[in-house]
């Protein structure tokens, strides 16, 4: 799960980027409305967090702007301002869920897997591929009813093909979704990451398409 | 005696008393001239007679004669006072009604210049008295003890000193005087009492744009204009202008203050929320969490104070509710998208309450998200008119509801039900403040479907015209 958070507030940011990549997330941050617009706009994110008084391009416009970009990615805003009017018109802006400040981090990590969740069509919070369950809300990878330990990079990995189950997802896209904007990636080190799924979670399941990318599915009997 | 209460009351004081005291000036002046007029009108009378005597008069070896008759009215008796005299050195005569009675003049003699001396020797016998002797007033009782107003007149004739004296009763003066000055009196209370009538219409008419303003001043307490309305009478427009410029100054320092309360909270709030996300997940943490949460609570509390401190009344405040509600409807549904609410709208078009946008959108909001957290899959909103001036809206949700004994508890700032459900129970109190704040009510029953069904009576909205 890569999480774009704009917040001008660079000790909340940190702390919140902190606590996201405790969560397992790729967080990529900026501090003005201008460097988020940009951001959402040139890079694949599951999820944004809008904070709405942003200096250079407030909040509200960054989000109106992606949106008429086409741009659809499930946005949480992120706000000081705590008034129903406010939250309509954020809304109105297209966001998908809002969160005041302060608040507790458990909330925001459960209302961005929500929003990812929902964003990739799943409506149960839990989604099974096999043996393989993945409890949306807690962020939890279970094999045959019992969890599995996964290092980060490996959940973002299994987030993101257990998310788009059953269809091919592209290398590109995958590297996109599991590297920081700011991180070296080396489409190798991926190569490694499935391999080391592959065990944890039984061979078959992660397929290579050959030229396109990987899928996961069932296991055929 | 002029109190300083009533503007009108010391307009009309002082205007009855220039009045009166003006009146009572006129009325003695106007006394004096007719009384002036009456007299003369009663001395040229006397005088005549006088004349008439002093020219019938002769004398005969001393003794005065009269050759002719001098007891034409009124000197015939009827009324009685209206007397002559004529009195020589020897004999005196006098008018028929007299009798035998004689006039007393002595009392009056002593304040008349002394008789004239003795003309030089005529040249006739019958020769009126010269001119220039005219006759003197004087006033006494006479013989009816009546009081008299008595011309004497001291001439000769034939060389011989005689005083002649004519008399009219004073009440031939005074009866025409009463009469003249008693309806002189009745035209003057007459005029007296217009007059004042007319003093307390012109002070009403007068005293008509403090009314108005008055009652343009009550509008803008009331919330209903925001400024008093710049057309007034000359006097008034500079203490209008004045009020204005303080309503301005007021509703700037208001928005300053407002302002800085929300930016201070605001501002609160970032830092507030850093604190929160840096707070370690243990025990410690989730203590230290509890008093974040009452610090925002505090805040919160402030912010909406603040808020409803400016509030003043309905200021011709128009929210359609229909769109609010689906746009509040539109967020929740998003933000509970995983419970798929069926949410319903039953709400004529242009109903309308009389409240800021913004406070509408607080109170619905609060109740709206209260019903999506608790509904298990639908939320129904009505809203209607309830008598000419109110609008009750309700929303209703099929959740597992709550005791209506706990409703106080509910309404309590920052209290929960259920302390687990977040952002539960502090939007209670704050919408039931704001509508109370509108002179509205929030009333809970319970709903048909088992859930919560809130009512909220707002006032309608003015039409918009108004």
């Given at each position: 799960m890569k999480v774009l958070l704009i917040e001008d507030d660079r000790l909340l940011a940190r702390e919140i980027a902190k606590a996201l990549r405790e969560e397992n997330c790729a967080v990529d941050v900026a501090a003005n409305g201008e460097d988020g617009q940009h951001l959402g706009?040139?890079?694949?994110?599951?999820?944004?967090?809008?904070?709405?008084?942003?200096?250079?391009?407030?909040?509200?416009?960054?989000?109106?702007?992606?949106?008429?970009?086409?741009r659809q990615l499930p946005v949480l805003i992120l706000t000081a301002?705590?008034?129903?009017?406010?939250?309509?018109?954020?809304?109105?802006?297209?966001?998908?869920?809002?969160?005041?400040?302060?608040?507790?981090?458990?909330?925001?990590?459960?209302?961005?897997?929500?929003?990812?969740?929902?964003?990739?069509?799943?409506?149960?919070p839990s989604i099974v591929c096999g043996p393989l369950s993945f409890q949306a809300q807690t962020g939890v990878f279970e094999l045959n009813g019992l969890p599995i330990k996964l290092t980060a990079l490996e959940w973002r990995v299994l987030e993101c093909l257990i998310m788009r189950k059953d269809t091919v997802v592209d290398r590109t896209v995958l590297v996109e979704k599991v590297y920081e904007g700011d991180a070296g990636t080396d489409s190798n080190s991926l190569e490694v990451i499935v391999a080391r799924l592959r065990r944890k979670i039984g061979r078959d399941m992660i397929r290579t398409e050959r030229g396109r990318g990987y899928r996961l599915a069932e296991s055929d009997l | 005696m002029l109190h300083a209460t009533s503007l009108s009351r010391r307009l009309l004081l002082a205007a009855s008393v220039f009045i009166c005291a003006a009146l009572i000036i006129a009325g003695v002046v106007l006394f004096f001239v007719l009384h002036r007029f009456v007299q003369r009108q009663i001395d040229q009378r006397l005088d005549t007679q006088i004349a008439f005597l002093s020219s019938m008069l002769g004398s005969q070896n001393g003794v005065l004669t009269l050759s002719g008759n001098a007891d034409g009215p009124p000197f015939d008796g009827h009324p009685r006072g209206w007397y002559w005299e004529a009195i020589g050195p020897n004999n005196t005569l006098r008018s028929r009604a007299l009798g035998d009675r004689d006039l007393d003049i002595s009392?009056?003699?002593?304040?008349?210049?002394?008789?004239?001396?003795?003309?030089?020797?005529?040249?006739?016998?019958?020769?009126?008295?010269?001119?220039?002797?005219?006759?003197?007033?004087?006033?006494?009782?006479?013989?009816?003890q009546q009081r008299l107003h008595f011309r004497i007149l001291h001439t000769t004739v034939s060389g011989m000193p005689v005083t002649i004296v004519a008399t009219a009763p004073r009440a031939a003066v005074l009866g025409p005087l009463r009469e003249a000055m008693t309806t002189l009196a009745i035209s003057l209370l007459a005029l007296a009492i217009a007059l004042v009538l007319a003093m307390i219409f012109q002070v009403r008419l007068g005293l008509q744009p403090l009314e108005r303003l008055r009652r343009s001043i009550a509008e803008v307490r009331a919330g209903r204009s925001d400024r008093i309305a710049e057309v007034q009478p000359r006097e008034v427009q500079p203490l209008v202008s004045e009020l204005n410029s303080l309503l301005e100054q007021n509703a700037l320092n208001l928005d300053r203050a407002r302002r800085h309360v929300a930016n201070l909270a605001h501002g609160l709030k970032t830092p507030l929320a850093t604190l929160a996300v840096a707070l370690p997940k243990d025990e410690r943490g989730t203590e230290m969490h509890e008093l974040v949460e009452l610090m925002?609570?505090?805040?919160?509390?402030?912010?909406?104070?603040?808020?409803?401190?400016?509030?003043?009344?309905?200021?011709?405040?128009?929210t359609v509710l229909a769109p609010h509600i689906t746009d509040l409807g539109a967020v929740l549904g998003k933000v509970h998208a995983d419970k798929h609410v069926d949410f319903s709208v039953d709400i004529a078009g242009d109903l309308a309450v009389a409240c800021e946008e913004q406070d509408f959108d607080e109170m619905a909001g609060n109740l709206l998200d209260n019903a999506f957290q608790w509904t298990r899959r639908r939320v129904d909103v009505h809203a209607g008119m309830k008598g000419g001036n109110s609008v009750v809206l309700s929303i209703e949700d099929d959740g597992p509801g709550f005791d209506l004994e706990q409703v106080p508890q509910v309404l309590q700032p920052g209290q929960r039900l259920d302390e687990r459900a977040p952002g539960f129970g502090f939007g209670l109190s704050i919408t039931r403040e704001l509508a109370e704040l509108y002179g509205g009510s929030l009333e809970f029953q319970k709903s048909p479907a088992g859930g919560v069904r809130v009512v909220v009576t707002l006032p309608k909205a003015l039409n918009g015209a108004e």
């Open positions: 706009n040139t890079e694949a994110y599951d999820v944004a967090v809008l904070d709405l008084g942003l200096p250079k391009v407030p909040g509200a416009q960054v989000l109106r702007a992606w949106r008429q970009n086409g301002r705590d008034g129903w009017t406010e939250k309509v018109d954020g809304f109105k802006a297209g966001a998908d869920d809002y969160l005041t400040k302060p608040f507790r981090m458990e909330e925001l990590v459960m209302r961005l897997r929500a929003l990812v969740r929902r964003s990739a069509g799943h409506v149960a | 009392k009056i003699a002593i304040r008349l210049p002394p008789p004239l001396r003795p003309p030089p020797p005529p040249a006739g016998e019958d020769r009126p008295p010269p001119p220039g002797s005219r006759p003197a007033p004087g006033d006494d009782i006479g013989p009816d925002e609570r505090h805040i919160r509390h402030h912010l909406g104070r603040a808020r409803s401190a400016a509030l003043n009344g309905p200021v011709r405040a128009h």
